[in-house]
């Protein structure tokens, strides 16, 4: 359990560093992949909800304290995704892809709109398929388009840390 603690804290803060240096020269449309949100639904899917929703809180909050215009906001938006994503996958083949994917678009979508309604619908900008269009659906697409082999890292990482536990 403490191997697992370690290796997620360190897969959370080079997440952080990557996503704040090198994935910003990765840019198509204006947007970047949003490889926390990836990796949360992931770890959600692969280890269940109270999991997913924990380390959805620290990321979001790791993000928060660096970049979000408001403490909390990011790491509530995270937590609900982990817990949801990792809510009805009990009995859920986790070598398919195609469910955490789609449980990653979900996400994607969900953390976009309540990113928007907070900050920007709140402030009378209340041009919806502008944001939608040049933001929200390339920056879903280009999320689920990272997702595909990010996914496949994280299950082999956790197939690898479920075999040294015994």
Same mark, same amino acid.
């Given at each position: 359990?403490?191997i697992?603690?370690? @290796?997620? =804290? &360190?897969i959370?803060?080079a997440?952080?560093?990557?996503?704040s #240096?090198?994935f910003?020269?990765?840019?198509?449309?204006? &947007?970047? !992949?949003?490889?926390a949100l990836?990796?949360?639904?992931?770890? /959600?899917?692969?280890?269940g909800? =109270?999991?997913g /929703?924990?380390?959805?809180?620290?990321a979001g909050?790791?993000?928060? *304290?660096?970049?979000? !215009? @408001?403490?909390?906001?990011? #790491?509530?938006?995270?937590?609900?995704?982990?817990y @949801?994503?990792?809510? !009805?996958?009990?009995? +859920? %083949?986790?070598?398919?892809?195609f469910? #955490?994917?789609?449980? &990653?678009?979900?996400?994607a979508m +969900?953390?976009?709109?309540?990113?928007?309604f /907070?900050h920007y619908?709140?402030r009378g900008r209340t041009? @919806?398929?502008? %944001? +939608?269009r040049?933001v929200?659906?390339p920056?879903?697409?280009y999320t689920? *388009? =990272?997702?595909?082999?990010l996914y496949g890292l994280v299950y082999l990482?956790?197939?690898?840390l479920?075999?040294?536990?015994?």
């Amino acid at each position: 359990m403490v191997i697992r603690v370690i @290796v997620m =804290a &360190v897969i959370v803060l080079a997440n952080f560093v990557l996503q704040s #240096a090198a994935f910003q020269y990765i840019t198509v449309l204006g &947007v970047t !992949p949003n490889t926390a949100l990836i990796l949360v639904c992931s770890y /959600a899917v692969l280890r269940g909800d =109270a999991e997913g /929703a924990i380390l959805g809180f620290f990321a979001g909050l790791l993000q928060d *304290i660096y970049y979000g !215009p @408001v403490i909390g906001l990011g #790491a509530l938006l995270y937590m609900l995704i982990g817990y @949801v994503c990792g809510k !009805p996958l009990r009995d +859920f %083949y986790k070598e398919n892809y195609f469910f #955490a994917v789609l449980l &990653v678009a979900a996400g994607a979508m +969900f953390y976009q709109f309540a990113y928007y309604f /907070a900050h920007y619908l709140f402030r009378g900008r209340t041009d @919806v398929g502008y %944001y +939608f269009r040049a933001v929200m659906l390339p920056g879903t697409i280009y999320t689920v *388009i =990272a997702a595909i082999p990010l996914y496949g890292l994280v299950y082999l990482l956790n197939q690898r840390l479920e075999r040294t536990r015994g």
